[in-house]
């Protein structure tokens, strides 16, 4: 389901960014092949009054998507996203609830200045309230002591 409300009416071209993965548990061994069918783009025109259903809007939901990691490191990704929310969460409670200095923000971030405390606040916030659906993980990495990169220029890839 999409939802065309904000972007309008207008001619759309859709295709597959990724291959598709058929995960076959038929017999307990939860193998999971690639399917690489032969990308065609499918085009559709949507006019007419554009509204959401409400009672369809949660069918489906974009997911994190996973890149050479087995189910455990899916696993530990998933609870990492979630103690970083709750982390974040707590650490932007405690800067709304102190809006000048203590120690606590000084040995983190250094001299408290109004405008870096709110640029602080905002971003733990705004990872707090980030559901994380829409990043690719990326286990591939296997240089040593190495636990998480963050590509400067795509934000939503680790």
């Known amino acids: ?3 065309f409300t904000k972007c309008g009416e207008g001619s759309y071209s859709f295709e597959p960014r990724k291959p ?3 995960v076959d548990n038929s ?3 939860d193998t999971i092949t690639i399917l690489n069918p032969k990308v065609i ?3 559709a025109k ?3 009054k554009l509204a959401v259903s409400r009672s369809l809007a949660s069918v489906v939901e974009k997911r994190a ?3 050479g990691c087995t189910t455990v490191e899916q696993t530990a990704l998933v609870s990492a996203v979630s103690a970083a929310k709750a982390y974040a969460s707590n650490a932007s409670g405690y800067l709304a609830a102190h809006p000048s200095s203590t120690a606590r ?4 971030f250094g001299s408290y200045i109004q405008l870096r405390h709110k640029t602080v606040q905002s971003h733990f916030s705004n990872i707090a309230s980030n559901d994380f659906t829409g990043f690719r993980f990326d286990c591939t990495c296997t240089d040593s002591g190495t636990y998480a990169y963050v590509y400067p220029d795509q ?3 680790f």
């Open 46 to 48: 949507v006019s007419g």
């Open 27 to 29: 017999n307990n061994s």
């Open 65 to 67: 998507t996973y890149n």
């Open 41 to 43: 783009a499918h085009t």
């Open 155 to 157: 934000y939503v890839q």
């Open 20 to 22: 598709f993965y058929l």
């Open 105 to 108: 923000y000084t040995t983190w």
């Open 1 to 3: 389901m999409y939802n």
